[in-house]
C-alpha cells in the first residue's frame, strides 16, 4: 500500500498562492491516478483536481478551474497542486488520494474511486 505525505499548507491572503506537494512512499504509485481532494468543515470530501497515471489527463472542479493546476512526477513520486488565486472558499483540509485502478484510460474524480490518502494539509484563506 502507496503512503502518501502531504505538505504546503498554511494560512494566506486573499489572492495569494500556495503551492501543495505530496510524496509516496512504497507500494505502487506511476500507474495510478491522483487526486487532490478537500474537504471544509461541515461539508463533503470534494475533488479538486486529478492527473492520470501518464500527466496527459487531467480534471478539475468548476470552482477551481483557472486557478488551481495538478501536476506529477513519476520519477521522483511526487505530485503537486499549484493553487492561485485564492478565495476563503478554498480554505479547508486537502488531501492527496491514489486511485484504486492502474493504467485507467479516465480520470478518476470521486471519493470511492480512491483507496489511498494522506493525512492532510490544512489551507486557511484569510478575507
Known amino acids: 500500500q502507496v503512503q502518501l505525505v502531504e505538505s504546503g499548507g498554511g494560512l494566506v491572503e486573499t489572492g495569494g498562492s500556495l503551492r501543495l506537494a505530496c510524496a509516496a512512499f512504497g507500494g505502487t504509485f506511476s500507474g495510478r491516478t491522483m487526486g487532490w481532494f478537500r474537504q471544509a468543515p461541515g461539508k463533503e470530501r470534494e475533488c479538486v483536481a486529478a492527473?492520470?497515471?501518464?500527466?496527459?489527463?487531467?480534471y478539475y472542479a468548476e470552482s477551481v478551474k483557472g486557478r488551481f493546476t495538478i501536476s506529477r512526477d513519476n520519477a521522483k513520486k511526487m505530485v503537486y497542486l499549484q493553487m492561485n488565486s485564492l478565495k476563503p472558499e478554498d480554505t479547508a483540509d486537502y488531501y492527496c488520494?491514489?486511485?484504486?485502478?492502474?493504467?485507467?484510460?479516465?480520470?478518476?474524480?470521486?471519493?470511492?474511486?480512491?483507496?489511498?490518502w494522506g493525512q492532510g494539509t490544512q489551507v486557511t484563506v484569510s478575507s
Open positions: 492527473v492520470s497515471w501518464g500527466g496527459g489527463r487531467t
Open positions: 488520494a491514489a486511485s484504486g485502478t492502474f493504467y485507467s484510460d479516465s480520470v478518476a474524480a470521486r471519493v470511492y474511486e480512491y483507496n489511498s
